[in-house]
């Protein structure tokens, strides 16, 4: 079994201790680097291509926005979840830009860590409700509200394709049979509503469609 390969930056030893003692433990989990501020980050994953980064926000230095911002650029397909200990607003919404799979408060439980990395693997987002409700009503006051296309969402906003997985999206429709009706792979249709996802600041799919759909039966 493919173990998920995760890198740990955080700039207190004693807490990549701790996590990393927790995760290794797991029979699906190996921390492969850990990295003490955002620079060394950066460095890590091109050289180790982690499937998970779990970045702390605020470091000395290059802090973990300006590395995750760095890492998406070199790396789209990486996976980050950011952790924090405070869960300010400007920082989350600035990490949902940057591209981060997710964003965690340094309070969740063991238990609640291994489900959002497992989550943030999987390519779903791994945040808690409380933050993604805050990241919905962001994208709802911000949200442009002209040129709205048969997703109810702006045509700026997304590319053509990506208004055609969303609107599949609020139909229901899984990943696999979005996949068979565009002849695209699952792995592309994945791909697609992660960047849907960042872009009209939501934390699932769940919500995308719902805002879709509310958008739609306002035209």
Do not use: C, W
Not at 78 to 99: C, N, Q, S
Not at 146 to 156: C, I, N, Y
């Amino acid at each position: 079994m493919n173990k998920i390969r995760i890198l740990l930056v955080d700039d207190h030893a004693l807490f990549r201790e701790g996590i990393a003692s927790v995760l290794n433990s797991q029979s699906d989990m190996e921390v492969v680097g850990e990295a003490s501020d955002g620079l060394e980050a950066v460095v890590m994953a091109r050289k180790l291509h982690p499937d998970v980064i779990l970045m702390d926000v605020s470091m000395p230095g290059t802090n973990g926005l300006e590395a995750t911002r760095q890492i998406k650029q070199d790396l789209p397909e990486a996976r980050i979840v950011m952790l924090t200990v405070h869960d300010e607003d400007e920082k989350l919404f600035d990490a949902v830009r940057y591209g981060a799979q997710g964003y965690l408060l340094k309070t969740i439980r063991t238990a609640q860590l291994i489900e959002m990395i497992h989550a943030a693997y999987q390519g779903e987002a791994a945040i808690n409700p409380l933050l993604a409700s805050r990241i919905l009503e962001e994208f709802r006051r911000l949200a442009p509200s002209e040129t709205l296309s048969e997703t109810g969402v702006s045509d700026e906003l997304l590319t053509p394709r990506e208004r055609e997985v969303l609107t599949l999206v609020a139909r229901g429709l899984i990943d696999r049979e979005i996949a068979r009706q565009l002849t695209v792979s699952v792995y592309t249709v994945k791909s697609h509503v992660r960047s849907i996802l960042q872009k009209l600041h939501v934390a699932t799919r769940h919500e995308a469609a719902r805002l879709a759909r509310q958008k739609s039966s306002k035209n």
